[in-house]
């Protein structure tokens, strides 16, 4: 399932600056997509979500930027804390089909 | 805060033999799923549930594979005659909403 991709397998990022995860789809019939925070040895946790008649979602910290017709969409953590440092899933789902698509994930590691 | 639980954490198998993986979703949950991660794979979908029955599964999920809601609040899959590729991470995951799902911590499953 190539549907999702995030195409950057880690990012390192200074404490304080903003971090920026990109995830691109195929699938144009999406119309929910989420991120979701992984530890080691634990489940996926869920961050943040945007439904596809919106192109921004803001929770805190975390911003969430939806651009359909480049099929894109990203997560800024701003200002980024050692705590963030953990896997970064996407996930899209289309409506009225009870799954996500994930991407591979990428670890962003924050130095102090 | 509520969240999802499953048990065992982790479970070692003979090939060939069944096991059964256990979840309670969080309570006021309707829709549940069953998602598994091969080691260094991404996540994938296996089955989900809704109103007692399979909404969706994947190709993944083949007779091997089965789910039971056996009473008000646990959620089981159950793979009859486990294989060595059978070994992965297998996640629950529970929503109140289509969209959202809430991931409880994993069992890891090592078929031997």
């Known amino acids: 399932d190539q549907q999702v991709k995030q195409n950057s397998p880690s990012l390192s990022v200074q404490e304080g600056r903003i971090s920026i995860l990109n995830c691109d789809y195929t699938?144009?019939?999406?119309?929910?997509f989420l991120w979701y925070k992984k530890y080691p040895a634990e489940g996926p946790t869920f961050l943040i979500s945007?439904?596809?008649?919106?192109d921004k979602n803001e929770d805190g910290r975390f911003t969430v930027f939806l651009n359909k017709s480049a099929k894109h969409l990203s997560l800024h953590i701003v200002p980024s804390q050692p705590g963030d440092s953990a896997v970064y899933f996407c996930?899209?789902?289309?409506?009225?089909?009870?799954?996500?698509?994930f991407g591979a994930g990428t670890t962003v590691t924050v130095r102090a | 805060e509520p969240e999802v639980t499953q048990t065992p954490s982790h479970q070692v198998t003979q090939m060939g033999q069944e096991v059964i993986l256990r979840c309670v979703p969080i309570?006021?949950?309707?829709?549940f799923y069953w998602y598994r991660q091969i080691l260094g794979q991404k996540v994938e979908f296996l089955v989900s549930?809704?109103?007692?029955?399979?909404?969706?599964k994947s190709e993944i999920f083949d007779d091997q594979f089965s789910v039971e809601r056996p009473d008000g609040s646990n959620f089981t899959l159950k793979i009859r005659s486990t294989k060595l590729e059978d070994s992965a991470m297998y996640f629950c995951?529970?929503?109140?909403?289509?969209?959202?799902?809430?991931f409880g911590p994993g069992t890891r499953l090592l078929v031997l």
């Open positions: 996930a899209a789902s289309v409506l009225g089909d009870y799954k996500l698509s």
């Open positions: 309570s006021n949950h309707l829709y």
């Open positions: 995951a529970s929503g109140d909403r289509w969209e959202t799902q809430y």
């Open positions: 945007i439904s596809s008649i919106k």
């Open positions: 699938n144009s019939m999406f119309d929910y």
């Open positions: 549930f809704y109103n007692n029955e399979i909404s969706e």
